[in-house]
């Protein structure tokens, strides 16, 4: 099982030949990824570690049937790349990009919804079912020793916490399912609501370990639906443990400067840790305050809903 | 990057919006003859009215002598470079309206109110989604007075067209005669989009000045385009030096060493595998304090950045310096073996306290570690007392 991608999935790379595409494509397919066709308007010929290199999407398809594609093209031009592989009907869309226009994005998501596309990131470090495939530049070079097969999804705003976080799991003996790197700008595809209730359909699945922070509302419309279910009677099955950074910025008065991700401003007074770690704590997450500590809560919370069960 | 009030104006009136007529003054010899304005400071802070910063003045001696007041000087943390003489307007109702993007529907949100002015924060507010392939349209507004309509649809054409995270008239004011005018207005442009700004706005980064220290640190960033370091630098008051590495890590780092009682001297952050002369520039800058109590150089494990290089730029300043203060350094990555080795020689070739962990340590149990060597140096050296 595992979530959004697995051993069957065959992907596409838009900007597949760029310093930065080439890379990922050397890496997913070191993965056992799929990788059928890239995408480089103009440069549509030759190919890239022997993936076939193709002008537009359209072409790209005339030849391969294609499941996920993955953004690593430039930020002024990926709101081109996006919608013209959400037109092509490709299920889902992984944006590794950063910087995009937040109006770029804002036209991209309306888009995409129209025509029930599932888009993940911008600013995504991208998907990894361990053992099974990956897309975009999660577990690249060094870092793929933190990530191991196992029964925790993982959700991380920050990409290199995603990593970090996998380390923590892996020092405690547990591995991964699924790994998602949303993002962490002020508007971006699905987050922690979507991405559960995929984790709560897998059956590898069972725990789910979130990195959250400050800035944005994902923390707070999490906690709401969690809540709502509770009250339907029909509360989430699977033990959930967050971490939510942003202490210092918010103890420090920060809040207004960018720390390094674009959504970690927090606008008016949405979006505080305080409130977050209490709406979530509210809605039945496990909120640590060390992030080391994770491996050992999720342990025990898998331990103690095995017992109950 | 938020705007002044006539910085934000000159957006509106782009697209039509009446708003009330300034003059901008950014010399006391430039006021002309006036009778009835207001003096506005020019702030980026909100609430500058309550703090003083609007005066009503009758002539042009008035409007000097309250102008100098401000000009050059600081208000409300910031430097003040402009005062707006902006016409006074008899008002008769105050409306509130606004423009943002709406972080959980993914979307944009009109948000209205009949009571503007200073207080909106309590006041009753509509708040409409916008379908962003639609745009704003009349019939998406029927609860609004007719009037206003005209100027939400013109303020929308102003928060796509100039590229706006958020766009605000508060407030739009109606006077006797009927018109209604925005006589203030707040805007935050996306940065990521400042490539087709209309209008090139000088660039701040925060509601302050920047240290020397600060400043220096951006210019590192600037000057070499190879990785990142120094972009963002904050100076604190702390005792610990920081050099951070990635963004989400960096917070997380900051969090545990805050947490567990540590005191930062700085934030800095460095990440995409810098040259080592640039990671030394700014070891330089974080190193550029008295009484530090130690230096914390962590991340998480790095996909492509070189290990062994980046803290070369480092551990260059540190035997220059002869620093005394605990190092706790948790880095992993490409090069890291050679790293350790190279940091084992240093350590006892210039007798540094340098203590190093890897991948086997967990990032934010470092910091822990940073907290209690720092404190075990203060209280050796009396910095309690």
Same mark, same amino acid.
């Given at each position: 099982?595992?979530?959004?991608?697995?051993?069957?999935?065959?992907?596409?790379?838009?900007?597949?030949?760029?310093?930065?595409?080439?890379?990922?494509?050397? /890496?997913?397919?070191?993965?056992?990824?799929?990788v059928?066709?890239?995408?480089?308007?103009?440069?549509g010929?030759?190919?890239?570690?022997?993936?076939?290199?193709?002008?537009?999407?359209?072409? !790209?398809?005339?030849?391969?049937?294609?499941?996920?594609?993955?953004?690593?093209?430039?930020?002024?031009?990926?709101?081109? !790349?996006?919608?013209?592989a959400i037109k092509?009907?490709?299920?889902?869309?992984?944006?590794?990009?950063?910087? &995009?226009?937040?109006?770029?994005?804002?036209?991209?998501?309306?888009?995409?919804?129209?025509?029930? &596309?599932?888009?993940?990131?911008?600013?995504?470090i991208?998907?990894?079912?361990v053992?099974?495939?990956?897309?975009?530049t999660?577990?690249?070079?060094?870092?793929k020793?933190?990530?191991?097969?196992?029964?925790i999804?993982?959700?991380?705003?920050?990409?290199?916490?995603?990593?970090?976080?996998?380390?923590?799991?892996?020092?405690?003996?547990?591995?991964?399912?699924?790994?998602?790197?949303?993002?962490?700008?002020?508007?971006?595809?699905?987050?922690?609501?979507?991405?559960?209730?995929?984790?709560?359909?897998?059956?590898?699945?069972?725990?789910?370990v979130?990195?959250?922070?400050?800035?944005g509302t994902v923390?707070?419309?999490?906690? =709401?639906?969690?809540?709502?279910r509770?009250?339907e009677g029909?509360?989430?099955?699977?033990p959930?443990v967050?971490?939510?950074?942003?202490?210092?910025? =918010?103890?420090?008065?920060?809040?207004?400067?960018?720390?390094?991700?674009?959504?970690?401003?927090?606008?008016g007074?949405?979006?505080?840790?305080?409130?977050?770690?209490?709406?979530?704590?509210?809605?039945?997450?496990?909120? /640590?305050?060390?992030?080391?500590?994770?491996?050992?809560?999720?342990?025990?919370?898998?331990?103690?809903?095995?017992?109950?069960? | 990057?938020?705007?002044?009030?006539?910085?934000a104006?000159?957006?509106?009136q782009a $697209?039509?919006?009446?708003?009330?007529?300034?003059?901008?003054?950014?010399?006391?010899?430039?006021?002309?003859?006036?009778k009835?304005?207001?003096?506005?400071?020019?702030?980026?802070?909100?609430?500058?009215?309550k703090?003083g910063?609007?005066? /009503?003045?009758?002539?042009?001696?008035?409007?000097?002598?309250?102008?100098?007041?401000?000009l050059?000087?600081?208000?409300?943390n910031? %430097?003040?470079?402009e005062?707006?003489?902006?016409?006074? &307007?008899?008002?008769?109702?105050?409306?509130?309206?606004?423009?943002m993007?709406?972080?959980?529907?993914?979307?944009?949100?009109?948000?209205?109110? /009949?009571?503007?002015g200073?207080?909106?924060?309590?006041?009753?507010?509509?708040? &409409?989604?916008?379908?962003?392939?639609?745009?704003?349209?009349?019939?998406?507004?029927?609860?609004?007075?007719?009037?206003i309509?005209?100027?939400?649809?013109?303020?929308?054409?102003?928060? $796509?067209?100039?590229?706006?995270?958020?766009?605000?008239?508060?407030?739009?004011?109606?006077?006797?005669?009927? %018109?209604?005018?925005?006589?203030?207005?707040?805007?935050?442009?996306?940065?990521?989009?400042?490539?087709?700004?209309?209008?090139?706005?000088?660039?701040?980064?925060d509601?302050?000045d920047?240290?020397?220290?600060?400043? !220096?640190?951006?210019?590192?960033?600037?000057?070499?385009?190879?990785?990142?370091?120094?972009?963002?630098?904050?100076?604190?008051d702390?005792?610990?030096?920081?050099?951070?590495?990635?963004?989400?890590?960096?917070?997380?780092?900051?969090?545990?060493?805050?947490?567990?009682?540590?005191?930062?001297?700085?934030?800095?952050?460095?990440?995409?595998?810098?040259?080592?002369?640039?990671?030394?520039?700014?070891? %330089?800058?974080?190193?550029?304090?008295?009484?530090?109590?130690?230096?914390? $150089?962590a991340?998480?494990?790095?996909?492509?950045?070189?290990?062994?290089?980046?803290?070369?730029?480092?551990?260059?300043v540190?035997?220059e310096?002869?620093?005394?203060?605990?190092?706790?350094? %948790?880095?992993?990555?490409p090069?890291d073996?050679?790293?350790k080795?190279?940091? =084992?020689? $240093?350590?006892? =070739?210039?007798?540094?306290?340098?203590?190093?962990?890897?991948?086997t340590t967990?990032?934010t149990?470092?910091?822990?570690?940073?907290?209690?060597?720092?404190?075990?140096?203060?209280?050796?050296?009396?910095?309690?007392?």
């Amino acid at each position: 099982m595992a979530i959004l991608i697995n051993e069957n999935t065959t992907f596409l790379i838009q900007g597949i030949t760029g310093k930065q595409g080439q890379l990922a494509c050397q /890496e997913m397919l070191e993965a056992g990824s799929k990788v059928v066709a890239g995408v480089t308007p103009g440069k549509g010929e030759g190919e890239v570690a022997g993936v076939p290199v193709y002008n537009s999407i359209a072409e !790209a398809q005339q030849k391969h049937e294609i499941k996920a594609t993955v953004i690593l093209v430039p930020a002024k031009v990926a709101k081109e !790349a996006i919608v013209e592989a959400i037109k092509a009907g490709i299920p889902l869309i992984n944006i590794i990009t950063e910087n &995009i226009p937040v109006h770029d994005m804002a036209y991209c998501l309306a888009l995409a919804k129209q025509c029930k &596309i599932r888009i993940i990131g911008a600013t995504s470090i991208g998907i990894y079912s361990v053992g099974k495939s990956k897309c975009g530049t999660i577990a690249s070079g060094k870092s793929k020793i933190a990530f191991t097969p196992g029964n925790i999804g993982i959700i991380s705003r920050s990409g290199g916490m995603s990593c970090e976080t996998a380390l923590i799991l892996k020092q405690v003996g547990l591995g991964q399912s699924t790994v998602v790197g949303t993002g962490a700008d002020i508007l971006m595809g699905d987050s922690f609501v979507e991405l559960i209730q995929d984790f709560e359909n897998d059956e590898e699945t069972k725990g789910i370990v979130l990195f959250a922070e400050i800035g944005g509302t994902v923390e707070e419309d999490l906690a =709401e639906y969690l809540k709502k279910r509770k009250l339907e009677g029909n509360p989430y099955p699977k033990p959930i443990v967050a971490f939510v950074s942003g202490k210092f910025a =918010e103890e420090y008065n920060l809040q207004n400067v960018s720390l390094g991700h674009a959504g970690a401003i927090i606008e008016g007074d949405k979006g505080t840790r305080k409130q977050k770690v209490k709406l979530l704590k509210e809605a039945g997450v496990i909120v /640590e305050e060390i992030h080391h500590k994770i491996g050992e809560v999720i342990k025990n919370a898998i331990s103690n809903s095995n017992i109950q069960a | 990057m938020k705007l002044k009030e006539f910085e934000a104006k000159k957006l509106l009136q782009a $697209v039509g919006i009446k708003t009330s007529n300034g003059i901008l003054i950014q010399d006391i010899k430039n006021i002309p003859e006036v009778k009835n304005v207001l003096v506005k400071v020019q702030t980026l802070t909100g609430s500058r009215g309550k703090a003083g910063g609007i005066i /009503e003045v009758n002539n042009k001696e008035e409007a000097q002598r309250i102008s100098s007041r401000f000009l050059g000087k600081e208000f409300l943390n910031e %430097r003040i470079s402009e005062v707006l003489l902006d016409e006074k &307007i008899d008002v008769k109702k105050e409306f509130y309206l606004g423009i943002m993007f709406d972080t959980s529907k993914r979307c944009p949100v009109v948000l209205f109110s /009949e009571e503007g002015g200073v207080e909106v924060e309590k006041a009753q507010i509509n708040k &409409i989604e916008v379908d962003y392939l639609e745009g704003l349209k009349k019939e998406n507004l029927k609860e609004i007075p007719e009037a206003i309509r005209e100027i939400l649809i013109k303020l929308y054409q102003v928060f $796509v067209r100039f590229d706006c995270r958020m766009i605000e008239i508060n407030p739009l004011a109606l006077d006797d005669n009927g %018109r209604l005018i925005a006589l203030d207005a707040v805007a935050v442009l996306d940065d990521d989009a400042r490539y087709r700004w209309e209008i090139n706005f000088p660039e701040r980064t925060d509601n302050r000045d920047a240290t020397a220290r600060e400043i !220096a640190a951006r210019q590192i960033d600037r000057e070499d385009h190879r990785g990142v370091a120094g972009k963002t630098f904050i100076d604190l008051d702390g005792d610990i030096g920081i050099l951070t590495v990635g963004g989400g890590a960096s917070m997380t780092l900051m969090d545990t060493l805050i947490q567990c009682g540590g005191k930062p001297a700085n934030f800095t952050e460095y990440s995409g595998n810098p040259p080592k002369e640039k990671v030394e520039k700014l070891t %330089r800058i974080v190193l550029d304090r008295e009484n530090l109590s130690g230096l914390f $150089v962590a991340g998480v494990i790095a996909n492509f950045t070189n290990i062994k290089e980046t803290l070369q730029g480092t551990i260059k300043v540190l035997i220059e310096q002869k620093t005394l203060f605990p190092i706790v350094i %948790r880095r992993a990555g490409p090069h890291d073996q050679e790293a350790k080795e190279m940091l =084992e020689q $240093v350590k006892k =070739e210039f007798n540094l306290d340098i203590h190093y962990f890897d991948e086997t340590t967990p990032m934010t149990k470092a910091a822990e570690i940073m907290v209690e060597l720092s404190n075990q140096y203060k209280e050796k050296n009396g910095y309690f007392n």
